[in-house]
């Protein structure tokens, strides 16, 4: 059974930085993209970052560019994101989630249960 | 302001069909794959229909995915009360270089 759990989520001040962990488990790792998709309270969903399964390709959201790097231990099976500069507008709970392959490649086909990451003073 | 559009709402009565369009551009609808996910309340999204109409193992064939040109559209039929949730169109954006998502529709069985 696919299962993603996210952790490291929790209260944080502006300006400050927060690392969320994803440990992927019940599928080859190594051979997936992932990525993370985020939902502000009463708000719809946002991706925010991709990474292919090799670590050669990354994407991220405008949003987010200069700010967040996302990172991937496939020997670990986990998934990563640091979130630096935190603002207000950051406060969501991020989603780790799994790429499709080929045909459906764009898909995100298995999502983790995520975490609440709060920016506030 | 979401890049992809859809109606905020939508409902209907047990066993009707309804149906939530979802409008793109050339830059993503137009050249690329839609995606729709169901968000159940309290719950994390699950991918609903991939590739523009194929419906993941364990997907009623009660839920229908089509697209046309810039837009597509996801319908319910025989819409049951477990179906009431929030549904989102999304695709990646070869301008953007980044996948989009559609505001979501919030389906409530009546």
């Known amino acids: 059974e696919v299962q993603l759990v996210e952790s490291g989520g929790g209260l944080v001040q502006p300006g400050g930085s927060l690392r969320l962990s994803c440990a992927a488990s019940?599928?080859?790792?190594?051979?997936?993209?992932m990525n993370w998709v985020r939902q502000a309270p009463g708000k719809g969903l946002e991706w925010v970052s991709y990474?292919?399964?090799?670590?050669?390709?990354?994407y991220n959201a405008d949003s987010v560019k200069g700010r967040f790097t996302i990172s991937r231990d496939n020997a670990k099976g986990s998934l990563y994101l640091q979130m630096n500069s935190l603002r207000a507008e950051d406060t969501a709970v991020y989603y780790c989630?799994?790429?499709?392959?080929?045909?459906?490649?764009?898909?995100?086909?298995?999502w983790g249960q995520g975490t609440l990451v709060t920016v506030s003073s | 302001q979401s890049v992809l559009t859809q109606p905020p709402s939508g409902s209907g009565t047990p066993g009707q069909r309804v149906t939530i369009s979802c409008s793109g551009s050339?830059?993503?609808?137009?050249?690329?794959?839609v995606n729709w996910y169901q968000q159940l309340p309290g719950a994390a999204p699950k991918l609903l229909i991939y590739?523009?109409?194929q419906r993941p193992s364990g997907v009623p064939d009660r839920f229908s995915g089509s697209k046309s040109g810039t837009s597509a559209s996801l319908a319910i039929s025989g819409l049951q009360s477990e179906d009431e949730a929030d549904y989102y169109c999304?695709?990646?954006?070869?301008?953007?270089?980044?996948?989009?998502f559609g505001g979501g529709t919030k389906v409530t069985v009546l």
């Open positions: 989630t799994r790429g499709g392959t080929g045909s459906y490649w764009s898909a995100f086909d298995y």
């Open positions: 990474i292919s399964s090799g670590s050669s390709t990354i």
């Open positions: 050339s830059s993503n609808i137009g050249g690329n794959s």
């Open positions: 999304a695709a990646w954006d070869d301008s953007l270089k980044g996948w989009v």
């Open positions: 019940g599928f080859t790792f190594g051979i997936y993209s």
């Open positions: 590739t523009n109409n």
